[in-house]
């Protein structure tokens, strides 16, 4: 993978800021967006900016039709069926229609994990309080690997757990759990199981057959596409079964002033104006990456990884989490002395070296550790060796500082 060529298509790398090059490491919280998806978005607003499925003209027709081109791209990228995937704004969305519409009621249980981020954690403690279910953390192991005998013992001491909802890949330290055989205990003790793919999707191949996850919800931001669009896949015998979440325009048949009938999925779902732009400009990013493929990406990253390891561990870095091999893209860190986003600071200030700072919206494992804070580091396929070396020339400037 040539990943000097890749970031010819990316606008935002070919500018400098005060006379020096953009370091852009924080694709875990947003990535960049290549010059074909930018391009594909505009053409919507420049050519034929209608609506989908309501009007009759030549704009309606032709948006509709790439409308539902997008959707048949995407879904194929996961092998599910058009007709499994519902686009939404984002992960966090998707994660809530499931939560909202999937019946739950007193007395039913939720199990996720400890480095849940809030969007897979608060719909679940907001549904504790209001329906009396019951909600279950699995702790992860010292180095924050999955543990799967204390998962299974989980599901075995509880006869109501109704759903396992966790995070597939972490924003916190990168690590990607046994999804298929988290899945598979979880299908034995009859429960279903929600993905948070928001990290992994961008980063690895997802064959939802194969992976057998009833429901796995993604974000278009977090891999080359568009913010404001992401996407709920679950399989259709399920989303028949599911009430819609929020409800208008498009997601009905018809009504009468008394009843109402609504659309078969994924449309019933997809309540009022859809983000037309967003979901065309996210299947040019899928495209781009399958023709990429994530394999090549997923082992570019993983190569970086060991290089700013090796960098942080040169100048006494604490790193969050298992082996460089294990983290795929992330690298969470503290200095000693050194306040987490000042190090942020320092470093975009010294040389464009931008990273994310903070708890990641992963604030209850924080607290459950008591460690305030972390800077991070996260990359992707546009990153190279050089930017490395960068990051660790300045990252050894800023630990002789202090």
Request: proline content about 3%; charged content about 25%; some cysteine.
């Amino acid at each position: 993978m040539n990943a000097e060529k890749i970031r010819e298509d990316f606008p935002a790398l070919q500018q400098k800021l005060k006379n020096k090059p953009v370091v852009y490491l924080d694709s875990a919280c947003m990535s960049l967006r290549p010059g074909q998806v930018i391009a594909a978005m505009n053409e919507y607003y420049e050519k034929y900016p209608g609506c989908a499925g309501r009007s009759m003209h030549k704009f309606g027709n032709m948006v509709t039709e790439k409308y539902r081109e997008a959707r048949r791209v995407i879904a194929k990228s996961l092998n599910a069926k058009e007709n499994e995937l519902i686009f939404t704004r984002n992960t966090t969305e998707g994660i809530n229609l499931v939560a909202h519409s999937i019946g739950l009621k007193s007395g039913d249980t939720v199990v996720a994990s400890d480095k849940e981020h809030n969007s897979n954690l608060i719909p679940w403690q907001l549904l504790s309080k209001s329906k009396d279910i019951k909600h279950i953390i699995v702790k992860s192991n010292d180095d924050n690997t999955f543990n799967l005998e204390r998962f299974e013992e989980a599901m075995g001491n509880n006869k109501n757990i109704r759903l396992v909802t966790m995070v597939h890949t972490s924003n916190l330290d990168g690590y990607t759990m046994p999804a298929r055989e988290v899945i598979k205990i979880s299908h034995n003790h009859g429960a279903l199981v929600l993905l948070d793919a928001a990290q992994s999707m961008p980063h690895r191949e997802i064959d939802v057959k194969k992976l057998g996850c009833d429901f796995l919800a993604f974000s278009g931001h977090k891999m080359l596409g568009p913010s404001g669009i992401g996407c709920l896949y679950g399989t259709y015998e399920l989303l028949e079964k599911l009430n819609p979440f929020i409800v208008g325009g498009e997601t009905v048949e018809r009504t009468t002033y008394d009843t109402q009938i609504f659309l078969k999925p994924p449309e019933k779902f997809e309540a009022g104006l859809q983000n037309y732009a967003g979901a065309l400009g996210l299947a040019e990013a899928v495209k781009y990456l399958d023709k990429i493929g994530k394999d090549n990406v997923e082992k570019h990253e993983n190569e970086l990884n060991k290089i700013i390891t090796d960098s942080l561990e040169a100048v006494g870095a604490s790193i969050i989490g298992p082996s460089a091999g294990q983290r795929g893209g992330i690298i969470s860190f503290n200095l000693k002395g050194i306040k987490y986003h000042d190090v942020a600071i320092m470093l975009d200030e010294m040389a464009n070296i931008m990273i994310r700072s903070g708890q990641f919206c992963v604030h209850s494992w924080f607290a459950a550790h008591g460690i305030e804070g972390a800077a991070r580091v996260s990359l992707y396929l546009y990153n190279t060796k050089d930017e490395c070396s960068i990051f660790r020339e300045n990252i050894e400037k800023i630990a002789k500082m202090f």
